[in-house]
């Protein structure tokens, strides 16, 4: 179908960065009218969106939590969207989800809108 390869989580102290990326694999880019999204889960907790960036505009959205720390930028030439996390803080902490989809709205933060997901990548902050 259409993988998502999500890689670049870790363990990092508070205050510490990580990048995360996702690469889309296969023989078509179906995303190309739409979007890619990072949303991250911790235990116990429903799924949370981070961050969106439309394919072929570029623009970007975020979360309160996440804004003026996280950065999600593409890849164009790599089918890829990577997620640049600074002044991590242990809040942050959690599974972080690659998603996908083939038609841009406005519903980018509602993870039921994503058709396309990768594995999810452990993302931890100690204090």
């Known amino acids: 179908q259409v993988p998502l390869v999500e890689s670049g989580g870790g363990l990092v102290q508070a205050g510490g960065s990580l990048r995360l990326s996702c690469a889309a694999s296969?023989?078509?880019?179906?995303?190309?009218?739409?979007?890619m999204a990072w949303f991250r889960q911790a235990p116990g907790k429903e799924r949370e969106f981070v961050a969106a960036?439309?394919?072929?505009?570029?623009?970007?959205y975020y979360s309160d939590p996440v804004k003026g720390r996280f950065t999600i930028s593409r890849d164009n030439a790599k089918n890829t969207v990577s997620l640049q996390m600074n002044s991590l803080k242990p809040e942050d902490t959690a599974v972080y989800y690659c998603?996908?989809?083939?038609?841009?709205?406005?519903?980018?933060?509602?993870?039921?809108?994503?058709?396309?997901w990768g594995q999810g990548t452990q993302v931890t902050v100690s204090s």
């Open positions: 960036i439309t394919w072929r505009g570029g623009s970007s």
């Open positions: 998603a996908a989809r083939g038609e841009w709205n406005a519903y980018y933060g509602d993870y039921g809108r994503y058709r396309y």
């Open positions: 296969g023989r078509t880019f179906p995303f190309s009218n739409g979007n």
